[in-house]
């Protein structure tokens, strides 16, 4: 009877350094959405600025400094959007495995959520 209780202790530790290792990759997904958020308001903030001194110079005469930055700006809304989207799913995918967990360990449900 003892050795069953401790396989039960041992098991219940197990699940819930899972969920912990789970919930730790989650912080981690959000961590990295907030970088894509970031990344993301960086060329609208790039493309604010340019309009709101629009009336400071002629844009045929800078075109040549415009383009590559236009470039790079779009390069970062891509980027920006790529990293929200991945992690989003990363997110989506966690979640699905902590209520696989608690679906198939109900003891352990009462700590998890």
Same mark, same amino acid.
């Given at each position: 009877m003892l050795l069953d209780n401790e396989k039960t202790a041992d098991s219940e530790s197990i699940i819930i350094t899972e969920v912990q290792l789970l919930l730790a990759e989650k *912080? %981690?997904?959000? =961590?990295?959405? *907030? %970088?894509?958020? =970031?990344?993301?308001?960086?060329?609208l903030t790039v493309?604010?600025?340019?309009?709101a001194t629009s009336?400071?110079?002629e844009t045929i005469h800078v075109l040549h400094l415009l383009v590559?930055?236009?470039v790079l700006c779009v390069i970062l809304l891509i980027l920006g959007?790529?990293?929200i989207v991945r992690s989003i799913?990363?997110?989506?995918?966690y979640d699905r495995y902590i209520a696989?967990?608690?679906?198939?360990?109900?003891?352990v449900a009462k700590f998890i959520d």
């Open positions: *912080r %981690t997904s959000l =961590a990295t959405m *907030r %970088t894509g958020i =970031a990344v993301f308001a960086l060329p493309m604010s600025v340019l309009i009336k400071y110079y590559p930055l236009l959007s790529y990293l799913i990363r997110l989506h995918h696989e967990i608690k679906r198939k360990h109900g003891t």
